[in-house]
């Protein structure tokens, strides 16, 4: 995968993350309770979308450099075949723009789960009666879907920890 790809992912990902997060934000002001769950889920989607901003700003000189064509895949002096060096860069290419991937739908998951906790409010919710039905109607739906919720979390931190991983080896 080349620089400029894995840049574009990240850049994605990154308002991917801020979507979920302001989803999960309106769902917890939504039901009208604190969910240290759903607080801390925000949190972890928070440090992906920073660790994002990370991948962009550090990579960026690189994705410029293969982009000009001043980097060269194959090492001086060489009979065009790539070195050994530039073989495991391609690797960690690979790597993050995998890492990169996951997340990504593994982001794009939780935002489905959530918009199902919380579907479009209804007429009804303008009442006082109708919103406090809607809050409680929106914890009990959100009850049913915890099992899907820890998965996401889960998944979101193995891939966060590989993302820093492959970048800290990149930089």
């Known amino acids: ?9 990240a850049l994605a990902l990154g308002e991917a993350c801020v ?7 309106r769902l917890v002001t939504a039901t009208g309770s604190i969910d240290s769950d759903l607080e801390s889920l925000v949190q972890e ?5 920073e660790l994002c901003d990370t991948v962009q700003k550090s ?6 450099a293969v ?4 980097s060269s895949p194959v090492s001086p002096g060489t009979s065009g075949s790539p070195s050994k060096a530039t073989m495991v860069t391609e690797k960690l290419w690979e790597q993050l723009g995998n890492a990169l991937e996951g997340c990504r ?10 918009l199902k906790i919380q579907p479009h409010a209804t007429s009804s919710a303008s009442s006082s009666i109708g919103s406090k039905l809607d809050a409680v109607n929106k914890v009990m739906r959100k009850k049913l879907q915890e099992g899907e919720l820890r ?3 889960a998944q979101l931190s193995t891939f966060q920890r590989g993302l820093s991983v492959v ?4 930089i």
Do not use: F, H, K
């Open 167 to 170: 970048l800290t080896t990149m």
């Open 105 to 114: 739908v593994t982001v794009r998951r939780l935002n489905d789960i959530v």
């Open 19 to 25: 979507v979920i997060a302001t989803n999960i934000r």
């Open 151 to 153: 998965t996401c979390r």
């Open 59 to 64: 990579l960026q000189p690189r994705a410029e």
């Open 67 to 70: 982009d000009s064509g001043s």
């Open 1 to 9: 995968m080349d620089p400029i790809s894995i840049i574009a992912g």
């Open 45 to 49: 989607i928070d440090s992906i979308a």
